[in-house]
T-cell receptor
């Protein structure tokens, strides 16, 4: 079974500074990876996804992530954060079992952007 | 295009009671997945419905059950509620095409509190 590790439970960063949120997954033949953001008291919003092709994936709100197969990583980056980026970020891998795609989520990283 | 909607937003029940949560899929989607997100944790896969049948289940007991209707909306039923069932319940809809991994789009969730 797949697993996802988000090593950083909290990441504080000053406004306009760059940020990287780390995500590692267990290796598999076919990997489909996602980043979601969850604002307080809300559901999950898709930031970006890697299904195949270019290893650098661009998403919404200026975020991007790089798929690194050799390091089994899919780290999320943003060159300059805003106060409004304060939220919980979840990395997920899609696992196919008997025709069903289910998502395995990490435990999340709380990004706190400081003024 | 209408996104995924869930009702109710919040719910308070007591131990032993039964609860029904509802989800309306995004327009054009034919698959619904349900997740449980305990406080401070990532979402955990409960089950998935496709063509009105359960099509994949996570590590949840049989007192968690569901339905999918011809219009692809869905219900999650939980019997004999326990304190540990207190969580945010998320519904996600997707389009199963058979050609590629599904991308799941999440609703805002239902916050269930069991007293």
């Amino acid at each position: 079974a797949q697993s996802v590790t988000q090593l950083d439970s909290q990441v504080p960063v000053f406004e306009e500074a760059p940020v990287e949120l780390r995500c590692n997954y267990s290796s598999s033949v076919s990997v489909y990876l996602f980043w979601y953001v969850q604002y307080p008291n809300q559901g999950l919003q898709l930031l970006l996804k890697y299904l195949s092709g270019s290893t650098l994936v661009k998403g919404i709100n200026g975020f991007e992530a790089e798929f690194n197969k050799s390091q089994t990583s899919f780290h999320l980056r943003k060159p300059s954060v805003h106060i409004s980026d304060t939220a919980e970020y979840f990395c997920a891998v899609s696992e196919k079992t008997s025709g069903t795609y289910k998502y395995i989520f990490g435990t999340g990283t709380r990004l706190k952007v400081l003024a | 295009e209408t996104g995924v909607t869930q009702s109710p937003t919040h719910l308070i029940k007591t131990r032993g009671q039964q609860v029904t949560l509802r989800c309306s899929s995004q327009s054009g989607h034919n698959t619904v997945s349900w997740y449980q997100q305990a406080l401070g944790q990532g979402p955990q896969f409960i089950f998935q419905y496709y063509r009105e049948e359960e099509n994949g289940r996570g590590n949840f007991p049989p007192r968690f059950s569901g339905l999918q209707f011809p219009n692809y909306s869905s219900e999650l039923n939980v019997n004999a509620l326990e304190l540990d069932d207190s969580a945010l319940y998320l519904c996600a809809s997707s389009l199963r095409s058979g050609r590629a991994v599904d991308t799941q789009y999440f609703g805002p969730g239902t916050r269930l509190t069991v007293l």
